[in-house]
């Protein structure tokens, strides 16, 4: 009888449940009830329609009904740097790449506009394909001070979890990277609350852009602010580095005492053993980011080697490309089998736990989200399978990795709240915010010079 019954406000009915719990999980046929934005019971469809009625109702059969996926690193108001007509021919290097286009045409002409309708758009795509929590570290050096609030009324229209940080830096002048962390102080103490689903970190661009002075400044302001910290490491050759600093970036950030559980290093491209052992040691976490190391011709991280460590490795991807998960997820599942001529590397489930419970890790929300879990906040999607075989427990996590896209994604919810429906988000006019992003694109190209 349904007053027998405990009303709820959402349940999700049918489809193979893939938990991504510690056991790795399944229950074909499964139901998850969701009240106040939180787990309160996952099992069967049988069991649960029994106990629980809802104020609405997903029906999932012959769908899979997984965590929603996490991306512990973006730069979302870099997509106004998609198919931009630059002259490639003249990039020789990632270093001309970043001085000859990236930093003049497109950092440093972000403003405050641009981040808040690039950051709807971005998170848009992302949402639609799945992702639901990001790292975002906002790259806008001449939009201070206030620019991180352009990016959290973003995301708070958009429904979309993330970690906030801007990327100080020294490389225009001291004074801007004094505005730099005052932003992230700034931020950190208005939003860091249990409750908030828009959280601050600090964020620091690189050892060769910050003075170490810089450095322990910010790693002093994240420990008394209970913040960690997002950097970029190793994403350059440690010749150059060892010019300017005397060392490798990881050894600096060692003897600067700044290496921690809360830091996630992003890139991690050149490391040699000793590097990775000691980010094993102090439990960095680490972002890897297999497309735009490509795109910068950077090279190929050493994760089969971290991971051997036990190092936290989750998934990030700049937004340089398509801004669907899955396709990161692959990159990150194929290249070090190729890299290293071995298939038996980087298994579905290691792939996928790095844009789930690891992605989560990452970010220090591994209590929170990136499971499937009685208790943590109800972030997950659902996918109906287009595959050419069926879809049981023992296939589940080799279909996601190898199956799936963001267009297979047909429900989103975010904190018990239903963002995507059917495929489209309910939070925003998609079509008017694709628009505006197109104009702020337009208007930065104007400003560089990359068009009349």
């Not at 996952?42 to 991306?71: M, W």
């Not at 109906?384 to 799936?404: E, N, R």
Request: glycine residues 8%; negative net charge; hydrophobic residues 40%.
């Amino acid at each position: 009888m349904s007053d027998m019954k405990k009303t709820v406000d959402l349940l999700i009915l049918g489809g193979l449940v893939g938990t991504m719990d510690p056991a790795y999980t399944t229950i074909p046929d499964g139901a998850i009830a969701l009240d106040h934005g939180i787990i309160v019971e996952i099992g069967s469809r049988r069991e649960l329609e029994d106990r629980y009625e809802a104020q609405t109702v997903v029906e999932a059969s012959g769908r899979v009904v997984f965590p929603g996926l996490v991306i512990s690193h973006t730069h979302m108001p870099s997509v106004v740097g998609h198919n931009m007509p630059v002259d490639f021919s003249k990039f020789h290097d990632f270093m001309d790449l970043l001085t000859k286009w990236w930093w003049p045409d497109i950092e440093d002409q972000t403003t405050p506009e641009d981040i808040y309708w690039t950051t709807l758009f971005a998170s848009m795509k992302m949402l639609k394909a799945g992702t639901t929590c990001v790292g975002e570290m906002v790259e806008a050096p001449m939009a201070l001070p206030g620019c991180l609030d352009a990016s959290a009324r973003a995301l708070e229209e958009i429904g979309l979890r993330a970690v906030v940080a801007f990327e100080a830096t020294e490389r225009i002048s001291q004074e801007n990277g004094r505005l730099g962390i005052e932003e992230n102080l700034r931020f950190v103490k208005e939003r860091n609350t249990p409750a908030s689903r828009i959280r601050g970190r600090f964020g620091l661009h690189t050892v060769d852009t910050c003075s170490p002075q810089m450095i322990q400044v910010v790693r002093q302001l994240a420990g008394e602010n209970g913040a960690g910290i997002f950097i970029h490491v190793s994403e350059i050759p440690p010749s150059l580095t060892v010019a300017t600093r005397g060392t490798t970036a990881v050894r600096l950030l060692d003897q600067l005492g700044c290496l921690g559980p809360d830091v996630l290093a992003v890139h991690c491209i050149h490391l040699d053993e000793e590097e990775m052992d000691l980010l094993a040691a102090s439990d960095v976490k680490v972002a890897h980011t297999p497309m735009s190391n490509m795109l910068g011709g950077n090279g190929v991280s050493p994760i089969p080697d971290m991971l051997d460590r036990g190092i936290t490795v989750s998934i990030g991807h700049d937004c340089f490309f398509t801004l669907d998960t899955f396709e990161y997820l692959r990159a990150a599942y194929l290249i070090h089998k190729v890299h290293r001529q071995n298939p038996g590397l980087v298994p579905p489930n290691q792939a996928l736990e790095m844009v789930t419970s690891k992605g989560a890790r990452a970010l220090g929300l591994d209590a929170e989200v990136g499971s499937l879990e009685v208790g943590k906040r109800a972030d997950l999607i659902v996918v109906k399978p287009q595959g050419p075989t069926p879809v049981i427990p023992a296939t589940l996590m080799p279909f996601m990795v190898s199956d799936v896209n963001g267009r297979d994604v047909e429900t989103v919810v975010v904190d018990g709240r239903v963002v995507v429906d059917q495929g489209r988000v309910v939070t925003v006019d998609e079509e008017k915010v694709t628009r505006r992003c197109i104009e702020r694109s337009s208007a930065l190209w104007r400003r560089a010079g990359a068009i009349d």
